[in-house]
């Protein structure tokens, strides 16, 4: 079993920055992609930016590109999602999440972690 815990959410105001942490810990086997979704009440969970087991890193909406950057450190095995000029429309519980094949795949991820709260105000 692997588990994914998150931290770095809040409140902040508009135009603030957050920055989310995600660590797996438990055994992992063999290569895997890494992701950030958030899921605001009433809305779909939405991918917002994943890195792939060989690095590459995408960022999915148009609405956070160019604000939201994503990290690695292999060192301590951690990955990052940077939210700068935050907006409240980004307000949402984000969740890391962890795929073996694909985290947009029919299946989805492997293992998520229990999300963390990031709330803009206007």
């Known amino acids: 079993q692997v588990q994914l815990a998150e931290s770095g959410g809040g409140l902040v105001q508009t135009g603030g920055s957050l920055r989310l942490s995600c660590a797996p810990s438990g055994r992992t086997r063999g290569v895997y992609s890494m992701g950030w979704f958030r899921q605001d009440p009433g809305k779909e969970r939405e991918l917002v930016a994943y890195i792939n087991w060989n690095g590459g890193i995408t960022i999915i909406p148009d609405s956070v590109k160019g604000r939201f950057t994503m990290s690695r450190d292999n060192i301590n095995n951690t990955v990052y999602l940077q939210m700068n000029n935050l907006k409240p429309e980004d307000t949402a519980v984000y969740y890391c999440?962890?795929?073996?094949?694909?985290?947009?795949?029919?299946?989805?991820?492997?293992?998520w972690g229990r999300g963390t709260q990031v709330t803009v105000s206007s």
């Open positions: 999440a962890l795929a073996y094949d694909s985290l947009r795949g029919p299946g989805g991820p492997d293992y």
